[in-house]
């Protein structure tokens, strides 16, 4: 579409790979967290 910006749409994406490893990141950081702050 013109005007889009096309990298936010790719982020949107289920399959984009970005947005899983950013998944795996938080998934993998989130029990740690939750640790150290109790």
């Known amino acids: 579409l013109p005007g889009c910006d096309t990298q936010l749409w790719l982020l949107t994406r289920p399959g984009c790979?970005?947005?899983?490893s950013v998944q795996t990141l938080f998934d993998e950081l989130t029990p740690r967290l939750r640790n150290a702050l109790i």
């Open 17 to 20: 790979r970005a947005l899983r």
